[in-house]
């Protein structure tokens, strides 16, 4: 019964534990603009906390440099399970223009994994409360790849890649 | 002080509510705004400038023999719509949409395929069917038989601001 009780209060609500990792602050600015009364995140129960153990979410911002990694890595385990980690931005989602660098991870998710993304550089703070209500399946997934092709009509793509990785033509830059 | 704690009651009855019930109701962003981007691989002729600009490189054109891939990774993007501003044949833009929070991150790779051929003199791939098509056409750059080219070869775009959003859904094809 207790179970069942933390199980519903915790889908209820969302206390959030913000961690910055090497991020430029916009992404900190966007996320305290969430928690002002024009966005009002609180409505779903979602509000900041100072320790991760009293976390049920942790929300990452910044490309993860090499010297916070082991911090964010002690933080994700001080968070009781069950946990969702939120990557906000371009730099914790795909590390940004630092995705190659040396001294830095480039994307949370070569640390910890990652439940909910949120592209945007910054993303606006209604793309935050979209991710935060996709965290609580409010709100539907919207974004889909784009896939698309320019080829001549009956041209055989996989025939052609296949055929291309047997004998590859370097004479062609 | 009873009597201001109830004026300022009074003052918060009076003020309203202001907080945007954004996702149960849909969000209109300002007509600035670059969103998410989006290609059409029927006007890309693979130039590569899009890639060149790129700040995160998140543009990444592959030559796989006669074939041009180009990858769109989407989850470093920064939407500065460089990309917009460079390209010659408007092939790529910014959307309006900036509702991309996904818990897949495949869900953030676009791609795009183009069959290229290599021209016999200089050896280097250039697309040929639709680019040639489009040189009878009279919109391809305003030029068109017994028509002056007006605009030049590369036209001038007006700045990002100036021009109204582009919504999610194509225009109708002709």
């Known amino acids: ?173 | 002080m009873f009597k201001s704690k109830l004026r300022e009651a009074v003052i918060c009855l009076g003020a309203g509510r202001v907080t945007l019930r954004y996702p149960f109701e849909p969000a209109v962003v300002p007509p600035k705004f670059r969103g998410k981007i989006q290609f059409d691989a029927r006007k890309c002729i693979g130039c590569g400038g899009c890639a060149n600009v790129c700040p995160p490189r998140c543009i990444v054109i592959e030559d796989i023999g006669e074939i041009c891939r180009i990858t769109f990774h989407l989850d470093r993007c920064i939407q500065c719509a460089r990309c917009y501003e460079v390209c010659p044949e408007e092939a790529i833009w910014t959307t309006d949409q900036f509702e991309t929070a996904t818990d897949d991150k495949a869900d953030l790779k676009s791609e795009m395929t183009l069959w290229m051929s290599s021209c016999q003199r200089c050896g280097r791939c250039f697309e040929t069917d639709n680019a040639i098509d489009r040189f009878q056409s009279k919109r391809w750059r305003g030029r068109g038989p017994g028509e002056a080219n007006k605009r030049g070869i590369f036209p001038v775009k007006p700045p990002l601001e100036f021009m109204p959003p582009k919504s999610l859904v194509r225009e109708s094809e002709e």
């Open chain 1, 1 to 173: 019964m207790i179970r069942d009780f933390c199980a519903r209060m915790v889908r209820n609500s969302l206390w959030l534990f913000h961690t910055n990792c090497g991020s430029c602050n916009g992404c900190d600015i966007e996320i305290i603009d969430v928690l002002t009364p024009y966005y009002d995140v609180e409505r779903f129960g979602m509000k900041l906390v100072s320790t991760p153990r009293h976390a049920d979410a942790l929300i990452v911002s910044g490309p993860v440099s090499r010297q916070v990694a082991p911090a964010l890595r002690r933080v994700y385990e001080a968070t009781p399970n069950p946990k969702v980690v939120i990557a906000v931005g371009a730099c914790a989602v795909g590390g940004n223009i630092w995705f190659d660098t040396y001294n830095v991870l480039g994307g949370t998710d070569r640390i910890i994994p990652v439940n909910v993304y949120i592209p945007g550089c910054p993303p606006r703070p209604e793309a935050i409360v979209y991710g935060a209500a996709l965290a609580l399946g409010l709100v539907p997934k919207k974004v889909t790849p784009q896939k698309e092709k320019h080829l001549p009509p009956g041209f055989d793509l996989d025939a052609y890649l296949a055929d291309y990785a047997v004998n590859p033509r370097d004479d062609l830059p």
